[in-house]
């Protein structure tokens, strides 16, 4: 016999799956311990398990995988084999589907594109404060992506906005330049007040001018720095050095309408305190879907009075096993999934020793603040969909 533990490392579904699916009736355990309810099951359910583990990630639906776990053991598998080929059906139907869709929005995107000169003809030239522009670049760093597939997000958007004079000109000599990266699943966003001379500004920075620019800053913490862009050309000058790149050739997705979020709750966090939490408590290793990359999953679990623990995420209430943890439960704890690596990355914000997390449900993204009011740093994290 197995316990619901054993079986699940062996089979690959979690222990909060195989719950689950006994409830469901899909694999209910042989024998249940009549004095403490714990699951055991027999040898030969192992092969189901992985079968079962195999039949959802092509998302089978349950009455189906009900039927042929009934009739696998059959001398007649024409009932498995109907199945099988009528869910293959289903889903070759959907790609159609897709491909029809897509092939739609291909061609309004073409309707919208039109051809334009993306290379200025003018010198925008800020200078700001070297140490909080050091701050602001760490601060959003850890988000650049590193998917090749993804060009546009291999850096840093460096967004400078020139403040308008009275008649509504732009480059009345003060401004802001605004930082952002993004690599699908966080967002980083960070600011700094400057001086200005010439126009609003907007450049793609690739990640390793970035890091150039931030080991300049390192090697002088305090005094003025200088940032120009000037056609393809971005440069940094600190105290009689310089780091200077060109741009990546490629548009940032809008990161306003990215960071709108409904209003959520706020949760003051002690720095110190959550990381040990994290580093301290129960993980969970799941595969991305997109590139199949690994990671570690922590839960976390904000009760009522703002108290927030590291739950194993095998534990989270859901009404599928690949679903995201529920709401808020009756006691009024709300818990979220999220990878772990990127919450610990998040929380170096500024390197403050408080900061705010803003929770809005189990699906929407968490957004790790600043205690100050209209703050331009904070971090966005989406939540992690638990699968089996």
Not at 293 to 322: G, K, M, Q, R, W
């Amino acid at each position: 016999m197995r316990s619901i533990g054993e079986l699940a490392r062996d089979s690959g579904l979690t222990v909060s799956a195989l719950r689950f699916y006994d409830g469901a009736g899909v694999l209910v355990p042989s024998w249940v311990d009549p004095d403490s309810g714990y699951r055991w099951y027999a040898p030969e359910q192992l092969g189901e398990a992985r079968l079962l583990a195999r039949l959802r990630r092509v998302r089978m639906p349950l009455a189906d995988i009900r039927l042929i776990l009934a009739g696998w053991s059959s001398e007649d598998a024409s009932l498995v084999r109907t199945l099988l080929d009528a869910h293959l059906l289903r889903l070759e139907s959907g790609l159609a589907d897709a491909r029809r869709e897509l092939s739609s929005v291909r061609a309004l995107l073409a309707l919208r594109e039109t051809p334009v000169n993306t290379t200025a003809t003018s010198t925008t030239r800020l200078t700001l404060s070297a140490s909080e522009l050091a701050g602001a670049l760490g601060s959003v760093r850890f988000a650049v992506s590193t998917d090749d597939a993804l060009p546009m997000l291999g850096g840093v958007l460096f967004d400078a906005d020139a403040d308008a004079d009275a008649d509504g000109a732009a480059g009345a000599g003060t401004g802001s330049l605004r930082l952002a990266a993004t690599d699908r699943y966080r967002m980083a966003l960070s600011g700094a007040s400057a001086g200005f001379d010439g126009p609003s500004a907007r450049a793609v920075v690739p990640a390793a001018l970035v890091d150039a620019m931030r080991a300049l800053l390192g090697g002088s913490a305090e005094g003025e720095a200088v940032l120009s862009l000037e056609g393809d050309r971005v440069a940094l000058e600190v105290g009689g050095s310089q780091a200077a790149g060109v741009r990546l050739d490629a548009d940032f997705p809008d990161y306003r309408r990215l960071s709108r979020l409904p209003a959520g709750r706020l949760v003051p966090v002690d720095v110190a305190a959550l990381r040990r939490a994290l580093a301290e408590g129960p993980t969970r290793i799941q595969r991305r879907e997109q590139d199949g990359a690994e990671f570690e999953i922590s839960v976390l679990a904000l009760a009522a009075d703002d108290t927030i623990t590291v739950e194993a995420p095998d534990a989270a209430p859901a009404e599928e096993p690949d679903a995201a943890p529920g709401g808020p439960s009756g006691d009024g704890t709300l818990r979220v999934a999220v990878n772990r690596q990127f919450l610990l990355d998040a929380l170096r914000l500024d390197g403050r020793e408080q900061l705010l997390l803003e929770v809005g449900g189990p699906v929407t993204p968490l957004a790790i603040r600043l205690p100050e009011p209209g703050a331009d740093s904070f971090s966005l994290l989406m939540p992690v969909r638990l699968t089996s």
